[in-house]
């Protein structure tokens, strides 16, 4: 039987904002078939926020499970190690480019393709969405949103907030517009897109109404399919 691979990429929300609702959480740690999965938090993307790990740690504390994390800007732990024990990875949110530069640099795209590809489940807000996919629409620089190439486990073009931030909207619109890009996947906040095997899924709605669209340009107009829904 084939290994499954699971990617649950998070449009905004969860234990990064608030530590009571944990309904994506839940259905992240469902996804591993443990009865304690080994989780493990990369909040490479806020420069390994303090206040990010307190709050990781005060939720998943409170599930049968066994968390941990990386650190890349204190005294680093062997990675692949790590890794190899992990049942799911969940990354932070924060700054894309910064925290793929610094995986790179230390080899954990390539020990974190290799996890995947062995059954690891992998998911993650914001930046922790958009890694995952071939291209990413990420704000890391201060002025403008960019198209940005991520690490590739799954094919597609993903944009996360895609309700809550004002200026995603009209960016996906001109880029496919200019053809910059071709589709995107938009995810909104408070809403996930669960991959498996590399092809969407579900979406995974943990909000109110919350959905995720394949969005494309035909004909002069830009359209929003919604993806089928789990609403949790």
């Given at each position: 039987?084939?290994?499954?691979?699971?990617?649950?990429?998070?449009?905004?929300?969860?234990?990064?904002?608030?530590?009571?609702?944990?309904?994506?959480?839940?259905?992240?740690?469902?996804?591993?078939k443990k009865d304690k999965p080994n989780i493990c938090f990369i909040p490479t993307a806020t420069g390994d926020n303090d206040a990010y790990k307190v709050n990781y740690y005060d939720v998943f504390t409170k599930f049968n499970c066994n968390?941990?994390?990386?650190?890349?800007?204190?005294?680093?732990?062997?990675?692949?190690?790590?890794?190899?024990?992990?049942?799911?990875?969940?990354?932070?949110?924060?700054?894309?480019?910064?925290?793929?530069?610094?995986?790179?640099?230390?080899?954990?795209?390539?020990?974190?393709?290799?996890?995947?590809?062995?059954?690891?489940?992998?998911?993650?807000?914001?930046?922790?969405?958009?890694?995952?996919?071939?291209?990413?629409?990420?704000?890391?620089?201060?002025?403008?949103?960019?198209?940005?190439?991520?690490?590739?486990?799954?094919?597609?073009?993903?944009?996360?907030?895609?309700?809550?931030?004002?200026?995603?909207?009209?960016?996906?619109?001109?880029?496919?517009?200019?053809?910059?890009?071709?589709?995107?996947?938009?995810?909104?906040?408070?809403?996930?897109?669960?991959?498996?095997?590399?092809?969407?899924?579900?979406?995974?709605?943990?909000?109110?109404?919350?959905?995720?669209?394949?969005?494309?340009?035909?004909?002069?107009?830009?359209?929003?399919?919604?993806?089928?829904?789990?609403?949790?």
């Open positions: 039987m084939s290994t499954e691979r699971n990617i649950v990429a998070i449009g905004g929300g969860g234990f990064g904002r608030i530590t009571k609702d944990n309904k994506i959480e839940k259905y992240i740690l469902s996804l591993s968390p941990s994390h990386i650190d890349f800007f204190k005294r680093t732990m062997d990675l692949s190690s790590h890794i190899s024990k992990q049942d799911i990875v969940f990354v932070g949110g924060g700054n894309t480019k910064s925290m793929l530069a610094v995986w790179r640099d230390w080899g954990l795209d390539n020990i974190l393709q290799e996890a995947y590809n062995s059954g690891v489940v992998m998911s993650g807000v914001s930046a922790g969405a958009i890694c995952w996919f071939e291209k990413g629409i990420t704000d890391s620089w201060a002025d403008d949103l960019a198209v940005i190439e991520c690490m590739g486990f799954v094919d597609g073009i993903c944009c996360p907030h895609y309700d809550e931030e004002p200026e995603r909207r009209p960016f996906v619109k001109k880029a496919l517009e200019n053809n910059t890009i071709d589709h995107c996947l938009g995810v909104e906040g408070n809403c996930a897109l669960h991959l498996k095997d590399g092809v969407p899924f579900k979406a995974i709605n943990f909000g109110s109404n919350k959905n995720s669209y394949m969005v494309t340009h035909t004909e002069g107009n830009v359209l929003e399919k919604s993806f089928e829904r789990i609403d949790l």
